[in-house]
């Protein structure tokens, strides 16, 4: 059995680390909280900018813009959100695991935002198209639009010939998805039956060039909302997980030391006694 | 009086407004339009300028407007901005500081790469919208 000393030792440090994820798991539900209402906020921008985008290119099948066409596949680009800092349950490990199983095979570069996501890509060797990103959480809206730029050039000038964007969906705090989203070329969701008439200005291909750049960084921005409160949530629960761990592990070694108190004092007892016999006798 | 339409303002920041309008005035990529009830579908790619909303009780709101696009589908106008920003809530110093930075930064042209220099133009355009929007 340990000594009395080992366990008080064991004791002290298992507390001061449920100190560190307690306050973790404090920091994250306030960080969770902040993330999920710039996902509201965000909500209706990017809902109806891509219902507008749908009804553009189901009402014209007459105008073809160099986003819509497909064209051979000889490139992909995968735009990835991942976190900045570990100790988030599987949030970075999962995003990984599922980039791993998509781009098996094929050729591809990336464009890392998030420092776990450069980290990654970089000491695998795979083709980074730009590190401007390293941060994910002092992304702004300026910078998604710049991320929009730099893919929808490159797009054009057929560096890639696939967009996808992964991200973590936020399910519940539970549980959070990693999944891929293609954005170019842009695929509208097929509308059955009538077809709304539309006027365009100054033209519907011209129109519609100029707010595909605009759709990229809503939807960029959108999946780093998403990604931003799943990486919270899933710290949050890993936290909380590792602090009732922590206080069960308490449990069990307050009572290891108190079972070895009471022997010591037991065998003290039965020293003193003992030597109190041996002098009488 | 003037019909009232449905007029809905998004950017990624949120909702700016959601509510009843007689008339919107903004600056697309192609000049300014008028949008008023009873509008055909009509779509179109917004610039940078001042936008005025003429409000059901007469009164008019400016704000500056840049980026994204205007769109009328059934009746209903929606405006999906990459920033809009209500006349009030301009901060015209920090505007006005902005466009002094910027064309500081244009005098020394022919130091800066092209990408600086559109940057700059960039940063130039957009505080002189806001400054326009604050101090009419």
Not at chain 1, 44 to 58: C, F, G, M, Q, V
Not at chain 1, 119 to 131: L, S
Not at chain 2, 41 to 56: I, Q
Request: charge should be positive; hydrophobic fraction near 40%.
């Amino acid at each position: 059995m340990a000594s009395m000393k080992d366990i008080k030792l064991r004791i002290k440090s298992v507390q001061s680390t449920m100190q560190i994820t307690r306050a973790m798991k404090l920091v994250a539900s306030s960080r969770l909280r902040r993330a999920q209402q710039r996902v509201t906020e965000s909500r209706p921008y990017h809902e109806t900018l891509s219902a507008t985008l749908s009804d553009i290119a189901n009402s014209n099948s007459d105008f073809t813009s160099m986003y819509m066409q497909k064209r051979e596949i000889k490139k992909k680009l995968y735009i990835v959100f991942a976190g900045d800092r570990g100790l988030a349950g599987g949030y970075n490990s999962n995003m990984f695991r599922m980039i791993e199983a998509e781009t098996k095979g094929e050729s591809c570069c990336f464009l890392p935002v998030g420092k776990k996501a450069l980290e990654y890509f970089t000491k695998r060797g795979r083709e980074v198209v730009t590190d401007a990103f390293p941060l994910v959480g002092e992304i702004s809206v300026s910078d998604c639009f710049e991320m929009a730029r730099i893919v929808c050039k490159g797009y054009v000038n057929g560096d890639y010939d696939e967009i996808h964007v992964a991200g973590t969906v936020f399910k519940s705090v539970m549980s959070q998805i990693p999944v891929t989203t293609q954005l170019l070329p842009f695929t509208p969701k097929q509308v059955e039956g009538h077809r709304e008439v539309i006027l365009y200005e100054p033209g519907s291909a011209e129109t519609f060039n100029a707010i595909i750049p605009e759709y990229i960084a809503g939807m960029i921005y959108s999946v780093m909302c998403e990604s931003s409160a799943s990486e919270q949530g899933a710290r949050r629960m890993a936290m909380e997980n590792a602090t009732n761990n922590a206080s069960d592990m308490l449990d069990t070694l307050s009572l290891h030391y108190n079972r070895a108190r009471q022997a010591a004092i037991t065998q003290e007892i039965t020293e003193i006694v003992s030597g109190a016999a041996g002098s009488e006798g | 009086m003037a019909t009232p339409f449905h007029l809905q303002i998004v950017t990624p920041d949120g909702s700016e407004f959601d509510g009843q309008a007689v008339r919107i005035i903004v600056r697309t990529i192609a000049g300014d339009v008028c949008v008023m009830a009873r509008h055909t579908n009509y779509c179109t790619a917004l610039g940078m300028g001042e936008a005025k909303v003429t409000m059901e009780d007469g009164s008019v709101r400016t704000a500056a407007c840049m980026g994204g696009m205007l769109n009328v589908m059934d009746g209903k106008v929606r405006v999906i901005a990459t920033t809009w920003e209500w006349k009030d809530q301009i901060d015209f110093a920090r505007a006005q500081k902005a466009k002094e930075a910027a064309e500081k930064r244009l005098a020394e042209k022919n130091k800066l790469s092209d990408k600086e220099i559109a940057l700059a133009e960039a940063k130039l355009k957009r505080a002189l919208v806001r400054s326009n929007v604050a101090s009419r």
